[in-house]
T-cell receptor, first 117, second 113 residues
């Protein structure tokens, strides 16, 4: 089946630093990837849609200059949290759409827990 | 705008009892509907999905869901709950031109022995 990985699975960083999270589709090509964040005991909120070779589309209220998304290849999208602050601490989950399959299919990664101290 | 509502924040059931988790959606066209389960600190596992056709959908782990267009609902059911089913359950709708997913707020399931 389609597998999506995320790296790292957890990361602790100091306030003011930047951290990069990778999302990879392991056995398929993904023209579109999605980034979500999830606060403790809350639902997943879509942050942005990442399209290979073009600029990401951000949901309303998400700061594009703070959450930099790069989808440089058909198997890799990265989310960089710039100048991280404690309020950015969250669980970040990516998903990927197999370009060969139905447009409504998405495969989710295991998530990355970010803690900003 | 599309939205997903899960009216029950938390449900407690006894092991072996039946279960129904509610999900209502708001979307102008026929949506793509999903149920996911999430254990603490883990990612999402797809339980089942509805795209079209038979409105009663069978999933993994003995779960099923029924799409009712007239009620804009997609409730998840299981006839006999196991202790290992304790987790967070999310209903999601795939909608929009980019088929983005929108999730409900989730229902936390506790199973008592």
């Amino acid at each position: 089946g389609a597998v999506v990985s995320q790296h790292p699975s957890w990361v602790i960083c100091k306030s003011g630093t930047s951290v990069k999270i990778e999302c990879r589709s392991l056995d398929f090509q993904a023209t579109t990837m999605f980034w979500y964040r999830q606060f403790p005991k809350q639902s997943l909120m879509l942050m942005a849609t990442s399209n290979e070779g073009s600029k990401a589309t951000y949901e309303q209220g998400v700061e594009k200059d703070k959450f930099l998304i790069n989808h440089a290849s058909l198997t890799l999208s990265t989310l960089t949290v710039t100048s991280a602050h404690p309020e950015d601490s969250s669980f970040y989950i990516c998903s990927a759409r197999d370009h060969r399959g139905p447009s409504y299919e998405q495969y989710f990664g295991p998530g990355t827990r970010l803690t900003v101290t | 705008a599309q939205s997903v509502t899960q009216p029950d924040i938390h449900i407690t059931v006894s092991e072996g009892a039946s279960l129904e988790l509610r999900c209502n959606y708001s979307y102008g066209a026929t949506p793509y509907l999903f149920w996911y389960v999430q254990s603490p600190g883990q990612g999402l596992q797809l339980l089942l999905k509805y795209f079209s056709g038979d409105t009663l959908v069978q999933g993994i782990k003995g779960f099923e869901a029924e799409f009712k267009r007239s009620q804009s609902s997609f409730n998840l059911r299981k006839p006999s709950v196991h202790w290992s089913d304790a987790a967070e359950y999310f209903c999601a709708v795939g909608a929009g031109t980019g088929n983005q997913f929108y999730f409900g707020t989730g229902t936390s399931l506790t199973v008592i022995p």
